[in-house]
């Protein structure tokens, strides 16, 4: 069984025996670090764990087109100010892993929504000239298929920051519904360019939207605004059989997850546990089986050692009895955790056997 095959079967409540193993990744300095305990530095990381991707993105996001230009504004050997291709203004530092500090914004009200609209309307240049390639070579992978499904909230909050946002949830909620409409319309004309042509597993959309003690946006506001375009993009989605459709999105998501049902979005990621604690098995008996999960093992655990591995593990076994769950780090993995360390929890995900 392959893993395409095993997370289907996995997600559909079929039948499996084991659970797959995924690398999704660490930070710069966990790499930094694992190469200083052995890892080669010019390895397929992949390969060289004997892991899965977490998937073959047969397209990406329709994001920006033409992307805004590039402008460094300010350089020094610690740090650089730049414009983005969002039309962000950001700070980044060179010499360490970070989010970067974000200062102004192209976008701050209707007045500067049309420049963002032009760049979100449907052109046959998105499409990548070897969209063909790209769905043979994914077929032949064996990896789980994703088609990206867009964002409905945190793209918006990315081009206009925090505050602006804040402003038009208050002041021109109208406004939002566009942007959000717009998206999903832009969403939809690229799935029925491409899943015409190939049979992806599952939507994947981002929000990033939620931090420690909830979302960024009311639950009334997202009912409002973000779960129509969800709607659109998850009955375009079942047009042609993809019945999956997951949401990245770190924090304490628990006020936002029925709503993403309500909006069809089914599967959670990566379910971070966090000071808050999230509990995925608490997930499922409040929503039932058309909740899956994918992630929720505490990439915080796997850093302390084996027996903290075997703990964390252990208590996610029952989840993935039932079926609707595969287990992953909650988020990448961090430089605290040694190359022995997440050697040792790969190897107990693949001894796994149900």
């Not at 046959?124 to 964002?151: F, V």
């Not at 925090?162 to 939809?188: G, K, Q």
């Not at 779960?227 to 459709?245: A, H, N, T």
């Amino acid at each position: 069984m392959t893993t395409r095959e095993l997370f289907n079967s996995i997600m559909h409540y079929g039948e499996f025996d084991r659970m797959p193993v995924i690398h999704w990744g660490g930070w710069t300095e966990t790499r930094e670090r694992w190469i200083a305990e052995g890892m080669p530095a010019d390895v397929d990381e992949h390969e060289y764990f004997n892991a899965d991707p977490l998937g073959y993105w047969v397209v990406n996001d329709p994001g920006l087109f033409p992307a805004f230009e590039v402008e460094i504004l300010e350089e020094t050997d610690e740090y650089k100010i730049y414009r983005n291709s969002d039309g962000v203004v950001c700070k980044e530092w060179k010499h360490k892993s970070s989010i970067p500090q974000y200062t102004d914004y192209l976008l701050k009200n209707r007045q500067d929504w049309p420049e963002f609209k032009k760049r979100l309307q449907p052109d046959p240049a998105r499409i990548p000239a070897d969209l063909d390639d790209r769905i043979e070579k994914a077929k032949e992978s064996g990896q789980i298929l994703i088609a990206g499904a867009g964002s409905m909230i945190g793209w918006i909050r990315n081009w206009m920051g925090v505050e602006n946002l804040a402003y038009i949830c208050y002041d021109d909620r109208d406004l939002l519904s566009e942007m959000v409409d717009t998206i999903a319309d832009l969403v939809c004309w690229q799935l029925d360019i491409v899943l015409p042509k190939v049979k992806v597993d599952i939507g994947w959309g981002w929000e990033d939207i939620c931090f420690r003690t909830g979302p960024l946006v009311s639950p009334q506001v997202f009912k409002e605004c973000a779960v129509p375009g969800y709607k659109k993009i998850s009955s375009k989605l079942r047009e042609y059989g993809v019945d999956l459709y997951a949401v990245d999105c770190d924090g304490m998501i628990d006020d936002l997850v029925p709503l993403w049902l309500e909006g069809g979005v089914n599967v959670m990621f990566p379910v971070e546990i966090g000071v808050w604690n999230a509990d995925p098995m608490e997930f499922r008996r409040k929503y039932g089986k058309e909740l899956r999960v994918f992630g929720a093992i505490n990439k915080l655990e796997i850093a302390k050692g084996p027996a903290a591995i075997d703990a964390e593990i252990e208590r996610r076994i029952p989840l993935m009895k039932q079926g609707g769950y595969v287990p992953l780090p909650d988020h990448l993995v961090v430089p605290d955790t040694s190359l022995l360390d997440y050697k040792y929890y790969l190897d107990r995900i693949r001894s796994l056997r149900f």
